[in-house]
C-alpha cells in the first residue's frame, strides 16, 4: 500500500511561527511521530510526504534519524490541503492502484489503524477511519442563532486514513478543480463525485494536532503508552 502525507501547512491554528509538524513533541518532531507509525504498519510499503520546500531540510533531517527501511519521496504541496494532496496524486508510482491519505498532524495514529484501512480498502473504492462524535452537535447561521441539532447517532468525526481507488480519487479532484470545490478532506471530493465512502472504525486518541492544547494531550498521550509497555 502506498501511503501520502500530506505534511504543507503552516500550522496557524497553533500559533507557530513555523510549520507544527516540526514542533517537538516528546523529543522528537510531530512527524517523526507520524511517520515512525506509518513506518510500522506492516501493509505499508511506500511513503510520499508533501511538504513546503522551505521544510525539505528539516524533513530530510528527521528522515535520516529515523533511518526507514521503507522508500521515502518528497513531493512539493500546494496553497491549500486539497492542492496538496492533488500534487501527491500526481506524484504517486504509476503502479499504485490503491492509496492511503494521512495528515501529519495526526501522530498518535496507531500501525494497527493503517492496517485495518489497508485490509478494509481491498472491498471497496472509498474509506475513512471514522468516530461516532460525543458531543451534541448545533448547526448555526451567521449570527450564530441555532437553526437544527441533527441526531447524533447519525454523526461521525472523519479522521485519517482515508483510502481510495487511485484512478477513482484522480477523477474526483480534476472535477474539483473543474468545479472549484473547496473541500478539507477527500472523502467530500468522492461524495460530491456521488461515490460511496465507507467509515472504518478509527481511533479516539488519533487526534489531529491543531492547536496547543493538542500537544499537551499528545504528550500525556504518547506518556500514558510508554507506561503501559
Ligand atoms: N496541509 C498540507 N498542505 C496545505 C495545508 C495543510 O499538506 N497547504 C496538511 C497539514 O500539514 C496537516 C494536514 O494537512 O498535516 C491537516 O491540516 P491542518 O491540521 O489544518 O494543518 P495546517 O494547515 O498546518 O494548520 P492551520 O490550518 O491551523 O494553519
Ligand atoms: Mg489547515
Known sequence: ???????????????????????????????????????????????????????????????????????????????????????GLQALPTDAPTVLIHDGARCLATPDLFDRCAAALQTCDGLIAGIPVKDTIKVVDSELLIQDTPDRSNLWAAQTPQGFSVPLLRKCHDEGVAQGWEVTDDAALFERCNLPVKIVAGEETNLKVTTPVDLAIAEFILKSRNLGH
Not at 17 to 35: F, S
Not at 66 to 78: A, D, S
Request: hydrophobic share 45%; proline share 6%; glycine share 10%.
Open 1 to 87: 500500500m502506498h501511503l501520502l502525507i500530506p505534511a504543507a501547512g503552516s500550522g496557524k491554528r497553533m500559533g507557530s511561527d513555523r510549520n507544527k509538524l516540526l514542533l517537538p513533541l516528546l523529543g522528537q518532531p510531530i512527524l517523526a511521530w507520524t511517520l515512525q507509525a506509518a513506518a510500522a504498519a506492516q501493509t505499508i510499503e511506500w511513503i510520499g510526504i508533501i511538504g513546503q520546500p522551505i521544510d525539505f531540510d528539516d524533513f530530510t533531517t528527521i528522515l535520516t534519524d529515523l533511518n526507514l527501511t521503507k522508500p521515502v519521496q518528497l513531493i512539493q504541496g500546494g496553497s491549500t490541503r486539497q492542492e496538496s494532496v492533488y500534487n
